[in-house]
């Protein structure tokens, strides 16, 4: 490079920049009040000069290098930096809670035997247990599991609570009549099967 | 920190042109800091100035098989920083015309580095060196670009002329005159202030400290 480049309308920066001539050095030390007033305004330039090089340099965040690597990842579709894991976000940990306690709650539903939504049937022993209970009420008997009602439970009860029963648990069960009359009873025999 | 390309030996800077994945993982801490601070610098906003620094280092690693070596590594990056930071604020100053033709906001282009850190003046929550710090970067951020780019590379960040030629192609006499320019500016701006307050109150006694 060569020799440096300098405005005479600059001198205060010819000065920082320590590009004076040496007739000008030579002005400066003269007590004139040009020299007074130019010597006064390097000052200023020098103390505004010295407030900018005391500003810090700020840290960059917190985990700045490797925000650097995953964008490089995105920016290569992953032929650079493939083996830093995926940042997880807090709604992706927030969301798989939520669907692991609506998946509890669907669980403990049907466990319960409750409803779980308008046309959803389930046959638990909740269900049965319920079952029997409506049917002990009204005098019937309750066989369990039979070789005539293999999938459900076998039952027996007057014909007349019939609709009764078949509107308790016509969500979850089917209730189909399998001996019309038991002789003597009554009573008739019904099989009780998951829907 | 690496201050200069020197500090980086030929393996190392081979490494990085050949995209090593662990030497540009030291490369980003090596400069992030500063990198991250001239980005402020510039923009005034820590949020745009994380977002526009972690886009200069994918730039970076992107374009390092074509770094010939011609000027030093920082001098390089400075570069690809600066071209960042001039996207993002014609970025931002379209998006607040935008937003001023839609909404009626008052928002002065010439201005958008100063509407960033125009936050009110509390003196109760700030540190004195923040005071400080504040002021300044208000006073930078109303700076024009140009003279703002150059006065941040070497009154802040301590670069050569030399060196900030390289970095804003800018011929020596254009870079000086700039500097000159927004150091007047500056001066002038904190002679108002300290005129224009009382000699106890805090920023006036901050710039009284600076000055000793």
Aim: hydrophobic share 35%; glycine share 6%.
């Amino acid at each position: 490079m060569g020799k440096p480049k300098r405005h005479t309308n600059e001198p205060q920066s010819t000065f920082l920049n320590d590009e004076l001539s040496a007739d000008e050095r030579a002005m400066l030390g003269t007590p004139t009040p040009e020299a007074t007033a130019f010597r006064r305004q390097v000052d200023g330039m020098q103390q505004t000069r010295l407030m900018l090089l005391q500003l810090p340099t700020h840290p960059a965040p917190v985990d700045f290098s490797r925000a650097v690597q995953q964008r490089i990842r995105r920016t290569t579709h992953g032929r650079h930096f493939s083996g830093i894991p995926r940042q997880v976000f807090p709604y992706e940990a927030a969301v798989s809670v939520v669907v692991l306690i609506v998946l509890m709650v669907v669980y403990w539903m049907g466990e319960s035997g409750g409803t779980l939504a308008p046309g959803h049937h389930s046959a638990t022993p909740a269900v049965y247990q319920g079952l029997a209970d409506q049917v002990a009420r009204i005098g019937g008997t309750v066989a369990g599991q039979t070789q005539r009602c293999p999938n459900g439970m076998e039952l027996w009860f007057r014909s007349e609570s019939e609709q009764r029963i078949r509107s308790a648990v016509e969500t979850n069960l089917v209730l189909t009549q399998v001996e019309p009359l038991i002789a003597g009873s009554g009573k008739t025999r019904y099989c009780a099967s998951p829907r | 920190m690496a201050e200069t390309q020197t500090e980086y030996d030929d393996r190392f800077l081979a490494k990085l042109r050949a995209q090593d994945e662990r030497a540009y993982g030291r490369f980003v801490v090596d400069y992030q800091d500063r990198i991250f601070t001239y980005c402020f610098r510039i923009l005034g906003s820590t949020e745009e100035a994380r977002d526009v620094a972690q886009d200069v280092f994918v730039s970076v690693f992107i374009a390092l098989p074509k770094f010939r070596g011609e000027s030093k590594l920082s001098t390089w990056l400075y570069r690809i920083a600066l071209n960042h930071c001039r996207n993002r604020l014609a970025y931002l100053r379209r998006r607040a015309s935008m937003q001023r033709r839609e909404l009626s906001e008052i928002i002065e282009p010439e201005n958008m580095g100063a509407e960033l850190m125009n936050r009110p003046y509390r003196p109760d929550q700030m540190t004195e060196g923040r005071q400080l710090e504040t002021l300044l970067q208000q006073w930078i951020a109303e700076l024009d670009d140009d003279q703002r780019e150059t006065l941040v590379l070497r009154d802040i960040e301590n670069l050569t002329y030399h060196e900030i030629m390289e970095i804003t192609g800018l011929p020596e006499g254009t870079v000086k005159s700039r500097i000159h320019r927004a150091r007047v500016v500056l001066q002038e701006k904190v002679e108002q202030f300290r005129a224009g307050n009382d000699a106890q109150s805090a920023p006036a006694g901050i710039l009284a400290k600076a000055k000793a």
